[in-house]
């Protein structure tokens, strides 16, 4: 028989970027959290409550292999270089971790390209105190009216990225 108990969200703030990681050499951060709504900018970071923190660069153009899937003719491809910073006192698996994106009124469909190594989020646990970088594509309308939901996990409350 299973049972379903409920999670409590991990709330958190908008913040300059997310830190680094002890991995990076010149790791410093400062981050600080708070009952904010769940909003940041591209180019900031988003910390939650338990010290986990993501940065979304900045949308770029993306030119996608021949072999890429989920490009859509007449869009433009762009992509997005994806931080996660290990801030809390425990491991983190990225398993759960995806990212949806609105441009204009349309759901943007993701790209997976393997042949540039976009699309797939880290499998590797994230250590306290270290950082996973990767890079997630997207097929938009309108490069610049783009709405990004970040879901770290069942367990966090989703972050907006926006202009």
């Known amino acids: 028989m299973a049972t379903l108990t409920a999670c409590s969200q991990t709330d958190g703030e908008s913040t300059p970027d997310a ?22 900018k591209f180019g900031e970071g988003f910390t939650f409550r338990n010290g986990l923190a993501v940065a979304v660069a900045p949308p770029e153009p993306f030119t996608p292999s021949g072999t890429a899937s989920g490009f859509e003719p007449g869009d433009q491809a762009i992509v997005f270089t994806i ?37 797939s989020t880290p499998t590797v646990v994230i250590l306290p105190g270290r ?16 709405v990004m939901e970040v879901s770290p996990g069942f367990e966090y409350r989703d972050a907006i990225f926006t202009f």
């Open 19 to 40: 830190g680094t990681g002890i991995n990076r050499p010149d790791a410093t951060s400062t981050a600080t959290t708070s009952d904010e709504p769940a909003t940041a």
């Open 83 to 119: 931080t996660i910073v290990n801030g809390s006192p425990d491991n983190y698996d990225p398993a759960f971790f995806t990212t949806t994106l609105q441009s204009g009124n349309r759901e943007a469909s993701k790209i997976y390209d393997s042949a540039s190594n976009v699309g």
């Open 131 to 146: 950082e996973a970088e990767f890079q997630v594509a997207y097929s938009v309308m309108d490069p610049t009216d783009l």
